[in-house]
């Protein structure tokens, strides 16, 4: 499919065995989350990675390889997180060269430049970062312009720390135009997706919006694009 349509594949690794976040995304039915407190859950996400590129190396569509989607802190602690990242990354360098290797930061992450240095050392290492306006409670009563002014402002500082010359290539993996304004018009939804393009457009490794069809419209790119909200022309 890749090859067909001249499409670079990027392989995400969502759920990993005892699951690196409490959220149904990441295969947990009960909210608990245990990846990363033993060496064998570890060891065998690295072989699911050594599989996955042993796999796929060969197709000319491969462009990166994303090690674990979205892990939790502190559940998720930087050392386990490390220690899979460095055989993650080993495990598709033994397949390919010259695939991109993603390393997601770890979700409320006191210290999001934590993987700088880690990532920094690794050629062709990708930081990912995921900026949403919902999940807090303290967006709820955020009105059209703070919700924009926190993507131009907070947001934007952010992703300037993880963006460094010599550093890592960065992707801002996830991100939607959606929030919590009711009755929020079209204009108004045009203003807040386009202050998050110019602003995600910075990350050097680009942005991936969440997702490319969904039954919710606002979630759905396709729907987007083809309902005049987003235009990729600019």
Sequence with gaps: MGREYNLGVIIDLHAAPGSQNPFEHSASKDGSQDWGTSAANIAQT???????????????????MELLNEPLAPGASLESLKTYYRDGYNAVRKHSSEAYVIMSNR???????????????LPRAVIDVHYYVLFNSMFDTFTVQQNIDFIKTNYSSALSTVTKQNGPLTCVGEWVAEWQVPNATKEELQMFANA??????????????????????HWSMEWMIKNGYISLKN
């Design 196 to 217: 998050q393009m110019d602003v995600y457009g910075k990350a050097t490794f680009g942005w991936a919006y969440w997702t490319l069809k969904n039954v919710n419209n």
């Design 46 to 64: 690295v072989q699911v990675i050594d599989f996955l590129a042993s796999r796929y190396a060969a197709s000319p569509s491969l462009l990166a």
């Design 107 to 121: 979700l409320s992450s006191p210290d999001p430049t934590e993987l700088l240095e880690f990532a920094g050392g």
